[in-house]
């Protein structure tokens, strides 16, 4: 029997079948499908749907065909992990977690993000669907847009994936949730400053729409009460970029407040650029808490103090939601709550008396 994968005419033979020569064609033929996904799948140089790519390899079993080495699956299965952006430097420390999860448990990743792509999030999950992915992890989706439709997570649902979705929840969406507790997040970090003596705390937070937010402003808002600085709470919420934060920073600066907290790494880098632009030193003048404990927190002048969001645990936890189908129906619609660690450094400190 002769091979010659790498031809893609349709007259082009693959090998013997009885006395006859088995082509793109004959595959073409009996699949329905085009000579040039056939080609696709033989040669195992494009992503191809789940579906479409067993049709041809039942096809080329059926004539009688050995399949070549790059038609071989190399993977249980396609995932993909749809993120808003690489600009939070978070999420390309997210994707990495997960790649490597993914990777042990056998699975290959399709990572989309929506800003370098330019497409829409319910754009993204039609392709999902026809790249004919096992499952989807969503990273700070429209899932936890509270005025978002969640038709697309449904039909993407419903063609056999399984859907894991971070920070955000919806009774509307059928799949696994996974959060952070920003309940606890935050009452240790409003004991953190009051403690140093702080009473004008401000929270700068993204918009409102999405539910982290406005579960980070109530945490926020009890956590002061419960320290008798109800009165002294503000929260603005801006665009959830460094530019979002610096805007909202100054706001809350022009309000009095000398300590700001900062509900993602985006928004605390331009809390930084606030204090700079208002010529005040952090955290003689102002201190300064994050959320995420992204890598490059430590290193920054002064070394941010922030809220580490356990990344590892969490993505672990969404690659066992796919991989064991055991997990994934004990929990599916739930929430599983993950909790955070306050990790001080040298963006706070005690009040100035100025």
């Known amino acids: 029997m002769t091979h010659q994968t790498n031809d893609r005419s349709e007259s082009s033979p693959l090998g013997m079948h009885g006395r006859q020569r088995v082509t793109l064609a004959d595959l073409a033929a009996k699949t329905g499908l ?12 494009s992503v191809v749907a789940s579906d479409t790519r067993r049709t041809v390899l039942n096809a080329l079993d059926e004539l009688g065909y050995r399949r070549p080495p790059a038609a071989q699956p190399h993977s249980d299965g396609l995932v993909g992990v749809i993120l808003p952006d690489l600009d939070n430097p978070v999420y390309p420390q997210y994707l990495e977690s997960i790649e490597i999860a993914l990777s042990r448990h ?38 936890g ?25 919806s009774p509307q969406v059928p799949g696994v949730f996974i959060s952070l507790d920003n309940v606890s997040a935050m009452k240790s970090v409003v004991a953190h400053l009051s403690d140093l003596g702080h009473k004008g705390i401000g929270l700068v937070i993204g918009p409102v729409r999405y539910l982290d937010a406005q579960r980070k402003k109530s945490a926020f ?46 928004l605390a880098l331009g809390a930084l650029l ?24 430590p290193y920054l002048d002064p070394a ?12 672990s ?38």
């Open 34 to 45: 085009s000579s040039a996904t056939i080609s696709r799948v033989l040669n195992g140089k």
């Open 317 to 354: 936890a969404a690659v066992s939601a796919i991989a064991d189908s055991g997990f994934a129906q004990d929990a599916a619609s739930a929430e599983l709550m993950f909790q955070s660690s306050l990790i001080v450094r040298r963006s706070t400190a005690v009040r100035s008396s100025d």
């Open 274 to 297: 606030a204090s700079h632009s208002r010529g005040l030193r952090v955290p003689e003048n102002l201190s300064i808490v994050g959320f995420d404990d992204f890598s490059a927190a």
């Open 221 to 266: 808002l009890d956590a002061m009460r419960g320290h008798d600085l109800g009165a002294f709470a503000r929260c603005i919420s801006s665009l959830s970029s460094v530019e979002g934060g610096q805007a909202a920073a100054i706001a809350l600066i022009d309000q009095g407040c000398t300590a700001l907290v900062c509900a993602n790494a985006s």
């Open 145 to 169: 847009d509270t005025t978002s439709d969640k038709s697309s997570y449904v039909r993407l649902h419903n063609s056999g994936a399984r859907l894991v979705l971070i920070n955000g929840f």
């Open 106 to 143: 056998g699975y290959g990743s399709l990572p989309c993000s929506q800003k370098f792509s330019g497409t829409s999030e319910s754009d993204m999950i039609s392709r999902l669907i026809d790249y004919g992915v096992v499952a989807a992890i969503f990273i700070d989706g429209l899932h």
């Open 304 to 315: 941010l103090t922030t809220i580490r969001q356990p990344i590892i645990p969490m993505s």
